[in-house]
């Protein structure tokens, strides 16, 4: 039993509000199970005057989206010297931009699919079609367009045909405002989670997604129950699963991330695995990959999350 007593942050005003919900009550429940003493607070304009109040002995954040994961919140604690579970406000702020962190792996020589950056201004000034013309000419097709920041999937478009490139970069936009426009990569989509410990970074188990009806993982896909098939260990070959975990745990690493962490990627059918992107702050519903990692570790979430607060504290202390 442990007499520490945290703070779950969870909510917020993000377009993942209700998917934060969920993760921060599903963490909660399972820190209880272990022993500590859990209050569920919201991200909002009354968390500095709890914080100050009522200081826990750690806070952990389960903010998905805005300010849970591009280093807006970690900057505030950090400023009041609360400790934390999760990934500084700097990194934070590198990962949140899926260019800039693909550009940084690939500088260390990850594989990451090729790709261009385009802000809303471009189409406006240049003209959509031209712009669009030039991107498939450098990039071809098949295509997938996302915001250039952002979770969940929101706003993510596979284009296989060029025809469906202006309504895909108009449903981009809608999130965003600037589009990341990368080369779709067929094969095995997977996700890793890398948790710190005593000997460093342990990647555990990849999660392999496969959404029902040829589709690509989408929010709707993510966060809906029987739309999408799991397999935790992913089916992949001993060499792949080690490629895939080491790739991870290279990601965490480069880009400085801390406590938790999960890259998803993709194994090419001749064996390539490539980055596409990491998320400092995984979902822990009932859909969601991390969980499933740990168990597949044969581990609980209560357990590693107790770890990681203890981590947070004795680092701040």
Request: charged share 25%; proline share 6%.
């Amino acid at each position: 039993m442990s007499d520490r007593w945290v703070a779950v942050l969870s909510g917020g005003l993000s377009h993942e509000r209700e998917v934060s919900l969920r993760s921060g009550r599903r963490l909660s429940a399972a820190l209880r199970a272990d022993g500590l003493t859990v209050e569920e607070w919201d991200a909002d304009a009354g968390l500095l005057a709890r914080l100050r109040d009522n200081r826990p002995d750690a806070v952990v954040v389960a903010l998905h989206g805005g300010e849970g994961e591009n280093g807006s919140v970690q900057t505030v604690l950090e400023m009041l010297g609360v400790p934390y579970v999760g990934t500084d406000s700097r990194a934070c702020r590198r990962a949140w931009d899926k260019p800039t962190t693909k550009a940084e792996l690939a500088r260390a020589g990850l594989a990451t699919p090729d790709w261009a950056v385009l802000p809303h201004a471009t189409f406006r000034e240049l003209g959509a079609q031209p712009v669009l013309d030039a991107m498939v000419e450098s990039l071809g097709l098949p295509l997938i367009l996302k915001p250039d920041q952002g979770g969940s999937a929101l706003g993510a478009r596979v284009v296989r045909e060029a025809a469906e490139l202006p309504a895909a970069m108009v449903g981009c936009l809608a999130y965003g405002e600037t589009v990341l426009a990368e080369r779709f990569i067929e094969g095995t989509e997977v996700a890793v989670t890398v948790v710190d410990g005593p000997d460093g970074p342990e990647a555990l188990p990849a999660v392999e997604i496969e959404p029902k009806g040829g589709g690509i993982y989408d929010y709707t896909a993510r966060y809906t129950a029987g739309l999408t098939d799991f397999h935790a260990p992913a089916r992949l070959s001993p060499s792949a699963a080690d490629a895939v975990g080491e790739l991870a745990v290279a990601a965490h690493l480069l880009l400085g991330l801390r406590d938790v962490s999960r890259t998803d990627a993709i194994v090419a059918p001749d064996g390539t695995v490539y980055f596409l992107e990491v998320n400092v702050s995984p979902g822990l519903t009932e859909t969601s990959l991390l969980p499933m990692a740990v168990e597949a570790a044969g581990r609980s979430l209560g357990e590693i999350y107790a770890g990681l607060i203890e981590r947070a504290v004795t680092r701040t202390a």
